[in-house]
């Protein structure tokens, strides 16, 4: 257990003794008045690596001397690309390499998903969501069983939707998983809730799903590269994430599914194109849909190098930076966070994040919430406002540091201090 003091002395101590403190030097961050901003928004658009642009430039180069015979190069051929990012990736999320395929993005993976894992039967036809799932999430659900000619309100249970706001708590969910063993067909959650950065326990929900034979996929949109996560051995069977926040891959990059090994001989019903044909027979340019024998199967089209370029680039700084130690800074960032936050009073802000979490997390303001906000971000931080009263902020382990937290709780005192000498 570590003992703070608090001063800015002890910050500066926590930085000097960080083995990762100098990674944030392979970043660009945004200014103000030409001074770097202290930017918490790795949990909604991670910062661009500066290498991102010399990853891109490569594939243009290739484009530029060989043309469409860059697919087959000797060196770096794009045909293999696909290869150095399911390494990386593998460890980030706890799969097998073979486990993950990099394609599309994250609602359009969702669908893809839908297709092949959400198997009504009789009257196990019911889908499992939490309350306050991200929007895109209910759209794909919602419009993908109306697709099926399904009753949404009659198929997809939402777990305590009148909890104002908030979502369910991880006993909760089991709780309506028992109730409701008999009907599940799926249970979709996701790993890290956008909201209040709440980090449901998958490995429970998955064993619970297993027990009832219903299948379970999570979103890992705000999970991927932020907790760690053992989607092979908790016998996850689906799960769908983007790479543009902590992954740092660049707005819209190129998102990633996992599909356990055990369904990947399945006959599962699937959408099929080109790019998911066994590399070898692919260009045999044969009617019959020869699978990949690997989660490659759910690709549709050309890999677009460019977005795997950039997601590349980002994952080689997770290799050198090394995901255990990574995790290692953030549970200490956490606890350097919670410490200070606990000599705020009590009635300013509840924090809603439970301890169960990752980088982010929302504070709900009972008054002036969006003044604070305001006149943090002109101070020169970026966290986010949620409305009506949420403050979001997720120092990340990759770039941020202790004395900039220490410089956030600072200003934090000094606003609510002047506000409420205001009033
Ligand atoms: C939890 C969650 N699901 C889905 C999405 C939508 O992702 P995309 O725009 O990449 O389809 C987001 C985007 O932020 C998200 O946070």
């Given at each position: 257990m570590e003992t703070?003091?608090?001063?800015?002395?002890?910050?500066?101590?926590?930085?000097?003794?960080?083995?990762?403190?100098?990674?944030?030097?392979?970043?660009l961050f945004p200014k103000k008045d030409s001074k770097d901003r202290i930017y918490f928004l790795g949990n909604s658009l991670g910062l661009q690596p500066k290498s991102t642009k010399h990853a891109i430039q490569k594939i243009l180069n290739q484009w530029e001397l060989e043309g469409v015979e860059s697919?087959?190069?000797e060196e770096?051929?794009?045909?293999?690309?696909?290869?150095?990012?399911?390494?990386?990736?593998?460890?980030?999320v706890g799969a097998l390499p073979q486990e993950i395929s990099v394609m599309n993005q994250l609602t359009v993976n969702i669908h893809l998903m839908l297709v092949s894992f959400y198997r009504p039967v009789g009257k196990k036809n019911k889908i499992l969501v939490e309350s306050k799932a991200f929007p895109s999430d209910q759209y794909a659900l919602y419009s993908y069983v109306r697709h099926l000619g399904l009753n949404p309100d009659e198929v997809i249970i939402e777990i305590n939707p009148d909890k104002e706001g908030l979502p369910p708590t991880n006993d909760e969910v089991l709780k309506v998983i028992e109730k409701h063993k008999d009907e599940l067909a799926l249970i979709f959650l996701s790993g890290v809730n956008y909201y209040t950065g709440q980090l449901f326990d998958l490995k429970s929900?998955?064993?619970a799903a297993n027990q009832i034979k219903a299948v379970v996929g999570y979103d890992l949109a705000h999970a991927a590269g932020n907790v760690p996560l053992s989607l092979h051995e908790w016998n996850v069977d689906f799960a769908c994430w983007c790479s543009y926040k902590y992954l740092n891959a660049g707005?819209?990059?190129?998102?990633?599914?996992?599909?356990h090994e055990k369904h990947h001989h399945e006959n599962l019903n699937r959408l099929e194109g080109w790019w998911g044909v066994k590399e070898e027979q692919r260009f045999l340019m044969k009617k019959e849909f020869i699978p990949s024998p690997d989660a490659r199967s759910w690709q549709l089209g050309t890999s677009p190098m460019l977005l795997l370029a950039s997601l590349n680039a980002s994952l080689e700084i997770f290799e050198q930076a090394g995901w255990d130690q990574l995790l290692q800074k953030q549970q200490k960032m956490i606890a350097w966070t919670d410490f200070l936050l606990n000599s705020f009073d009590q009635d300013i802000f509840d924090r809603?994040?439970?301890?169960?979490?990752?980088?982010?997390?929302s504070l709900q303001f009972k008054q002036n919430g969006k003044e604070i906000y305001r006149k943090l971000f002109e101070g020169g931080f970026m966290i986010d406002w949620r409305e009506p009263?949420?403050?979001?902020?997720?120092?990340?382990?990759?770039?941020?540091?202790?004395s900039e937290i220490w410089q956030f709780v600072q200003a934090l005192k000094e606003i609510i201090n002047e506000l409420s000498l205001e009033h």
């Open positions: 703070f003091q608090y001063s800015f002395d002890c910050a500066q101590q926590l930085d000097k003794e960080d083995p990762l403190f100098s990674f944030r030097n392979e970043f697919f087959f190069s770096d051929p794009w045909l293999k690309y696909h290869d150095k990012l399911v390494g990386p990736l593998s460890k980030i929900i998955a064993e707005p819209g990059a190129i998102g990633a599914v996992f599909v809603i994040t439970p301890a169960q979490r990752g980088c982010q997390i009263d949420v403050i979001r902020f997720a120092p990340v382990p990759m770039y941020n540091n202790f």
